[in-house]
């Protein structure tokens, strides 16, 4: 059975920074893609970036280009989610991601096969 463990979620105010953390153990994440998926409140879960395993390729939906970042270090079987500039509407649970595949990473949670429990994210003043 695959392990997913977000952590770093949290309350912050608007403009504030937050670095989520995506734990793998007993995992090889060399040979997968990872992404990030949030969902807030009455709303579709949505990919919010990815991080092929490949070339390291990376993927950012257009509401977070530019404020996140997204990384990986596979000696460490963790992937991470730098998110500055935080607004009111990033607020929703954060969720990482295992895709089958290390070619071009999908922003489409289909294609994942093994998710996190999440971790809530709150921006508010």
């Known amino acids: 059975q695959v392990q997913l463990v977000e952590s770093g979620g949290g309350l912050v105010q608007p403009g504030g920074s937050l670095r989520l953390s995506c734990a793998v153990p007993?995992?090889?994440?060399?040979?997968?893609?990872i992404g990030w998926f949030r969902q807030a409140p009455g709303k579709e879960r949505e990919g919010v970036s990815c991080i092929s395993a490949n070339d390291g390729s990376t993927y950012y939906a257009d509401s977070v280009k530019g404020r996140f970042t997204i990384s990986r270090d596979n000696a460490k079987n963790l992937v991470y989610l730098q998110m500055n500039s935080l607004k009111p509407e990033d607020t929703a649970v954060y969720y990482c991601?295992?895709?089958?595949?290390?070619?071009?990473?999908?922003?489409?949670?289909?294609?994942?096969?093994?998710w996190g429990q999440g971790t809530q994210v709150t921006v508010s003043s």
């Open positions: 007993r995992f090889t994440l060399d040979y997968y893609n």
């Open positions: 991601a295992i895709e089958n595949t290390y070619l071009y990473c999908s922003d489409s949670r289909a294609s994942y096969n093994y």
